[in-house]
């Protein structure tokens, strides 16, 4: 840039790109149209025909504010996510939010140990299944891409409220509006053995969304709408 300054002249090449038109006598929707240009642009460039968008803008700031080494690292291509899965931009800042707070490293990959510590479980057969669901390379460490499709692809499931409510009913056994901490201890008893009380404590306190010291239905179906993989603690 300072050569560039230095110069009594620079030259500069302008390419006219061809205009694109939406064509006539059929209708095309926005996102085939801004495909279609953005092809135009690509080949205009020579580079090849990406699928990202302003939510990876979204991501790349996010990440820029929690000061990782390389932001762009949790670009994921949101248009194919968001035609894939129905994810919005905002439930993937979101969760890149919960991915940041896993302490990944300078090549933004998470170890088991950070994954379980945020998600309040203990290391037994179900939380390692949980980790290696979202490990697809069975790498021992994931990228906040898998974790991104992992969640995605639970939370995005036609019958995922259906079991979020189910899962509810069957914590709440005394069938009033709450989920007590002790409630909710005996149902994770059936599929964590030997939970101690700060370990119950831990999942109640993130269930707990508003910290009143019970868990309404709100509470319960924010939480694993917020943490989809954690539905595995419910199944039967
Ligand atoms: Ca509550």
Redesign the pocket.
């Known amino acids: 840039m300072f050569r560039m300054f230095t110069q009594f002249h620079n030259f500069m090449e302008v390419e006219y790109l061809p205009v694109v038109l939406p064509p006539e006598n059929v209708n095309e929707n926005a996102v085939l149209f801004a495909q279609r240009t953005s092809h135009a642009i690509a080949t205009g460039l020579n580079v090849v025909q990406t699928s990202h968008s302003y939510g990876d803008l979204m991501l790349l700031t996010k990440a820029s504010e929690f000061k990782q080494v390389k932001p762009s690292l949790y670009m994921v291509e949101m248009a194919w996510i968001e035609s894939s899965f129905h994810l919005s931009n905002l439930e993937a800042v979101d969760l890149l939010d919960k991915f940041l707070s896993m302490n990944p490293d300078s090549s933004g990959h998470v170890t088991i140990h950070d994954f379980l510590r945020v998600l309040k479980l203990k290391p037994c057969a179900l939380s390692e299944k949980i980790f290696q669901f979202v490990d697809v390379q069975k790498t021992g460490k994931i990228t906040f891409k898998q974790f991104l499709l992992g969640s995605a692809h639970i939370l995005k499931q036609p019958l995922f409220p259906h079991s979020c409510a189910l899962a509810f009913d069957r914590c709440n056994a005394k069938g009033v509006e709450?989920i007590s901490e002790q409630e909710l201890g005996d149902a994770l008893a059936l599929v964590m053995p030997n939970l101690d009380v700060d370990e119950i404590h831990g999942l109640f306190t993130l269930f707990?969304?508003?910290?009143?010291?019970?868990?309404?239905k709100d509470?319960f179906t924010t939480c694993l709408r917020q943490n989809p993989l954690l539905i595995a603690l419910f199944s039967p």
Request: hydrophobic residues 20%; glycine residues 18%.
């Open positions: 709450y707990d969304i508003d910290g009143d010291g019970r868990i309404s509470d």
